[in-house]
């Protein structure tokens, strides 16, 4: 099965800063998917990370805020910008390859 | 709108007991899958039911669906305390773009005390 190497692993940032998340697959993947996951809940998607072109993004969650790029079918960042405590989640990537689904680790974002 | 709804949301057992979790969804599905998460780590995949089965087993776990009342369950037998962990059910819709994302379930926390 494909394996996300997703990092950072965890990260405190101020408010108003930005952070990068990246995530590389081992092998190619037909999708992938940016998900958060907020404290104490389940996972909610992002977006659909697209290869080359601009992500499609679920209601509620907009470019300005969350821009993703996706320049090959290994490789996907997901960037949240201008931090507030309201940020502070698990953010996870996710990929879909010919035998299902498989997950990063995970990065726990916390913003002071 | 999320999809799948897991009850208990919290489940606490003795070790070697069996732990049973639910889960229901809302519409039409191809597949679904149940996961496990470590204390807000990634997502390790358990075990996949297509839509047209009704019944699959993996070692200790028992996965069946019922597409007619939009529900699956999740049973864990003779349980350890390694199995301390959120369980998540995970639906999509198949066939094609958007259809691929996955939905999730609110999720179980099952504590096995040892």
């Known amino acids: 099965s494909a394996v996300i190497s997703q990092k950072p692993s965890r990260d405190i940032c101020q408010r108003g800063t930005s952070l990068t998340i990246q995530c590389q697959v081992d092998?190619?993947?037909?999708?992938m998917f940016w998900y958060r996951q907020q404290p104490g809940q389940s996972l909610t998607l992002i977006a659909t990370?697209?290869?080359?072109?601009?992500?499609?993004?679920e209601s509620g969650f907009v470019i300005d805020k969350f821009p993703i790029s996706r320049p090959n079918l290994t490789f996907s960042t997901l960037t949240v910008s201008n931090m507030s405590p309201e940020d502070s989640s698990i953010y996870l990537c996710?990929?879909?390859?010919?035998?299902?689904?498989?997950f990063g680790s995970g990065t726990r974002l916390t913003v002071v | 709108s999320q999809q799948g709804e897991e009850d208990p949301q919290a489940l606490s057992i003795q070790e070697g007991e069996n732990a049973t979790m639910n889960c229901s969804y809302k519409?039409?599905?191809?597949?679904l899958q149940w996961y496990r998460q470590n204390s807000g780590r990634g997502l390790v995949h358990l075990i996949l039911?297509?839509?047209?089965?009704r019944e699959k087993h993996s070692g200790r776990l028992r996965v069946t669906l019922d597409t007619s009342k939009k529900s699956s369950s999740l049973l864990i037998t003779a349980s350890r305390a390694a199995d301390t962990a959120s369980y998540f059910c995970?639906?999509?819709?198949?066939?094609?773009?958007?259809?691929?994302?996955?939905?999730f379930g609110k999720g179980t926390l099952l504590t096995v005390n040892p």
């Open positions: 996710s990929g879909l390859y010919n035998d299902g689904y498989t």
């Open positions: 092998s190619q993947v037909t999708m």
């Open positions: 990370a697209n290869q080359g072109s601009e992500a499609t993004y």
């Open positions: 519409t039409s599905i191809n597949n």
């Open positions: 039911i297509r839509s047209n089965e």
């Open positions: 995970a639906t999509d819709a198949g066939s094609g773009g958007s259809n691929y994302k996955l939905t």
